[in-house]
C-alpha cells in the first residue's frame, strides 16, 4: 500500500498559515482538469484537526473548496471563536479549582462549537470515508485523567487498525465527528476540556502535535507536513536588555514548549532509521527489506518497514513575532469591553514576540497575514513541492538528497 498523507499541526490562530500553504499546493498544482493533488489520510491535532476535518469533508472538491477555506478564516472575528463576558470573568476561579459539573475554560466554548459545526460538512466527510475517496482521518487529543495521547481513527472499510504507534500513543476507531475536533483543539485553561464518552480529553498538541505516526503505520510511503513553528534564529533578542517580560509572555513562551511540534526531532528520527535502511539494502542488496520485514511479520507485526519520503513545509518568520507586529498596528476586532480589555492583556510589553496572542488572534486580519506568509513560504519551494507530489516515490534517497535542517527527509518504519 502507498499513498499520500497529509499532517496538520496544532497551534491555535496560527493555523491559518496551514490554509496558505494547502490553497497555494491545491491550487497551484491542479491538472489541466482541474483536479488537485490526491491526499490518501490526513492526520490534524488542534487546529490542524480543524483544518482537517474541512480538507477531509471537500476531498474531491479541491481546489475550489480551499478558497472557502481561505474565506471562513479571513472573515473571522474573534466573537466568532472567542466567547469572553461576565459570566466567563464571574467563573474564572473554577477554572483554576476545577470541580462538579460542566468543564469550564477562560473563554466559553459554544463560538467555536458553532465555527466548527457550520465548517465541516460533516455528512460529506462520512461519505467520503465510507467510499474510500479518502482512507482515513485521524484526529489527536490529550487524555485529561493519564496524560496519554489518544488517536482517533476514521477508516475506509476494510482498512487496518494498528494496535498501536508507540509505547503511549492509544489508537481508537471512531466514526469522528465534531466533539472529536473541539476535543483535540480545547486549549488546556484556555477552552474546557470536552467529554468523549465517560472520558475526559483536551489539546492533542501536549503530547502529539505533529503526528506523522498515523500515516506510517497506515501504510502511506509520502507525508506532507505544515508545521506552525520556526526554529529560533541564532542571537536574536526576543526581550529588551534591562526588562523583564510579564506572566503573559512567559505563559506564551510556555505554550510554544507544549504544543508547537517537535517536528524536528521526529525528522532526525526518521532520517536516522533511512540512513539504517540504506546502509543495509547497499550492503545486503534489494532483498534486504523484504527478509527484514518477514522477520517482522513472524512475531506478528502488521505493517512493515519501507522506504517514507516526507517534505515539511513551516514558517519562515516566527509568527509570535509576526502577532506582536499585528497587535502594533491594528486594532483588533472584539465587541464586549472585557474581551477587549482579556486582549489588551496580550500586549507583549517587554518582549519582542506575541506568542500567546498567535495562538488567541483569531482575527481576519491576522489570518489574512499568515495565509499570505503560508502561500509565499511555499510559492519559494514550489519546486522542491513539485518534485515530492510528482516524482517516482519509490526511489530511494540517498544521503546526499536529504536537507541538512530536517525539512526533506527519508524513510520511517512502520509496524
Same mark, same amino acid.
Given at each position: 500500500?502507498?499513498?499520500?498523507?497529509?499532517?496538520?499541526?496544532?497551534?491555535?490562530?496560527?493555523?491559518?498559515?496551514? *490554509?496558505?500553504?494547502?490553497? %497555494?499546493?491545491?491550487?497551484?498544482?491542479?491538472?489541466?482538469?482541474?483536479?488537485?493533488?490526491?491526499?490518501?489520510?490526513?492526520?490534524?491535532?488542534?487546529?490542524?484537526?480543524?483544518?482537517? /476535518?474541512?480538507?477531509?469533508?471537500?476531498?474531491?472538491?479541491?481546489?475550489?473548496?480551499?478558497?472557502?477555506?481561505?474565506?471562513?478564516?479571513?472573515?473571522?472575528?474573534?466573537?466568532?471563536?472567542?466567547?469572553?463576558?461576565?459570566?466567563?470573568?464571574?467563573?474564572?476561579?473554577?477554572?483554576?479549582?476545577?470541580?462538579?459539573?460542566?468543564?469550564?475554560?477562560?473563554?466559553?466554548?459554544?463560538?467555536?462549537?458553532?465555527?466548527?459545526?457550520?465548517?465541516?460538512?460533516?455528512?460529506?466527510?462520512?461519505?467520503?470515508?465510507?467510499?474510500?475517496?479518502?482512507?482515513?482521518?485521524?484526529?489527536?487529543?490529550?487524555?485529561?485523567?493519564?496524560?496519554?495521547?489518544?488517536?482517533?481513527?476514521?477508516?475506509?472499510?476494510?482498512?487496518?487498525?494498528?494496535?498501536?504507534?508507540?509505547?503511549?500513543?492509544?489508537?481508537?476507531?471512531?466514526?469522528?465527528?465534531?466533539?472529536?475536533?473541539?476535543?483535540?483543539?480545547?486549549?488546556?485553561?484556555?477552552?474546557?476540556?470536552?467529554?468523549?464518552?465517560?472520558?475526559?480529553?483536551?489539546?492533542?498538541?501536549?503530547?502529539?502535535?505533529?503526528?506523522?505516526?498515523?500515516? *506510517?503505520?497506515?501504510?502511506?510511503?509520502?507525508?506532507? *507536513?505544515?508545521?506552525?513553528?520556526?526554529?529560533?534564529?541564532?542571537?536574536?533578542?526576543?526581550?529588551?536588555?534591562?526588562?523583564?517580560?510579564?506572566?503573559?509572555?512567559?505563559?506564551?513562551?510556555?505554550?510554544?514548549?507544549?504544543?508547537?511540534?517537535?517536528?524536528?526531532?521526529?525528522?532526525?528520527?526518521?532520517?536516522?532509521?533511512?540512513?539504517?535502511?540504506?546502509?543495509?539494502?547497499?550492503? %545486503?542488496?534489494?532483498?534486504?527489506?523484504?527478509?527484514?520485514?518477514?522477520?517482522?511479520?513472524?512475531?506478528?507485526?502488521?505493517?512493515?518497514?519501507?522506504?517514507?519520503?516526507?517534505? *515539511?513545509?513551516?514558517?519562515?518568520?516566527?509568527?509570535?513575532?509576526?502577532?506582536?507586529?499585528?497587535?502594533?498596528?491594528?486594532?483588533?476586532?472584539?465587541?464586549? /469591553?472585557?474581551?477587549?480589555?482579556?486582549?489588551?492583556?496580550?500586549?507583549?510589553?517587554?518582549? /519582542?514576540?506575541?506568542?500567546?496572542?498567535? %495562538?488567541?488572534?483569531?482575527?481576519?486580519?491576522?489570518?489574512?497575514?499568515?495565509?499570505?506568509?503560508?502561500?509565499?513560504?511555499?510559492?519559494?519551494?514550489?519546486?522542491?513541492?513539485?518534485?515530492?507530489?510528482?516524482?517516482?516515490?519509490?526511489?530511494?534517497?540517498?544521503?546526499?538528497?536529504?536537507?541538512?535542517?530536517?525539512?526533506?527527509?527519508?524513510?520511517?518504519?512502520?509496524?
Amino acid at each position: 500500500m502507498s499513498g499520500l498523507g497529509l499532517i496538520l499541526s496544532g497551534g491555535g490562530a496560527r493555523g491559518a498559515y496551514e *490554509v496558505g500553504v494547502l490553497e %497555494y499546493i491545491f491550487s497551484e498544482f491542479a491538472d489541466a482538469q482541474g483536479n488537485a493533488p490526491k491526499v490518501d489520510l490526513i492526520s490534524g491535532t488542534s487546529v490542524g484537526a480543524v483544518n482537517g /476535518a474541512f480538507v477531509a469533508s471537500a476531498i474531491g472538491e479541491m481546489p475550489g473548496a480551499l478558497k472557502q477555506l481561505v474565506s471562513i478564516w479571513t472573515d473571522l472575528e474573534l466573537p466568532h471563536v472567542l466567547g469572553f463576558g461576565l459570566r466567563q470573568a464571574a467563573g474564572l476561579y473554577r477554572v483554576l479549582l476545577g470541580g462538579s459539573g460542566q468543564a469550564r475554560g477562560v473563554f466559553d466554548p459554544a463560538p467555536l462549537s458553532a465555527l466548527v459545526g457550520r465548517t465541516v460538512r460533516w455528512r460529506r466527510l462520512r461519505r467520503n470515508i465510507q467510499s474510500g475517496q479518502l482512507r482515513a482521518l485521524t484526529v489527536s487529543t490529550t487524555h485529561v485523567g493519564t496524560g496519554q495521547p489518544v488517536i482517533f481513527l476514521d477508516a475506509a472499510p476494510g482498512q487496518g487498525i494498528p494496535k498501536g504507534l508507540s509505547l503511549h500513543a492509544l489508537v481508537r476507531r471512531a466514526k469522528i465527528g465534531q466533539h472529536h475536533v473541539l476535543a483535540s483543539a480545547a486549549i488546556p485553561l484556555i477552552f474546557p476540556a470536552v467529554e468523549i464518552g465517560d472520558e475526559i480529553h483536551c489539546d492533542g498538541g501536549l503530547r502529539l502535535n505533529t503526528p506523522m505516526g498515523p500515516s *506510517v503505520h497506515l501504510g502511506m510511503n509520502r507525508l506532507l *507536513v505544515v508545521g506552525l513553528s520556526t526554529p529560533p534564529a541564532a542571537g536574536r533578542r526576543a526581550v529588551q536588555d534591562g526588562k523583564y517580560p510579564g506572566a503573559t509572555y512567559m505563559l506564551g513562551k510556555v505554550l510554544n514548549a507544549f504544543l508547537l511540534d517537535h517536528v524536528n526531532t521526529d525528522l532526525l528520527e526518521v532520517q536516522r532509521i533511512n540512513d539504517f535502511l540504506e546502509d543495509g539494502i547497499r550492503a %545486503y542488496g534489494p532483498e534486504f527489506l523484504e527478509r527484514i520485514n518477514d522477520a517482522a511479520k513472524v512475531r506478528g507485526a502488521l505493517a512493515e518497514r519501507r522506504l517514507l519520503n516526507s517534505l *515539511v513545509l513551516r514558517p519562515t518568520t516566527d509568527i509570535g513575532q509576526v502577532a506582536s507586529e499585528y497587535l502594533a498596528s491594528n486594532r483588533v476586532r472584539f465587541g464586549k /469591553a472585557l474581551g477587549r480589555a482579556f486582549i489588551s492583556m496580550l500586549d507583549v510589553g517587554a518582549g /519582542a514576540d506575541a506568542d500567546l496572542a498567535s %495562538y488567541l488572534l483569531f482575527d481576519g486580519g491576522f489570518a489574512q497575514t499568515l495565509i499570505e506568509m503560508g502561500r509565499r513560504d511555499a510559492h519559494a519551494r514550489r519546486d522542491e513541492i513539485e518534485a515530492f507530489l510528482f516524482e517516482d516515490p519509490d526511489a530511494i534517497l540517498s544521503p546526499s538528497q536529504t536537507v541538512e535542517s530536517g525539512e526533506r527527509s527519508g524513510s520511517k518504519p512502520a509496524e
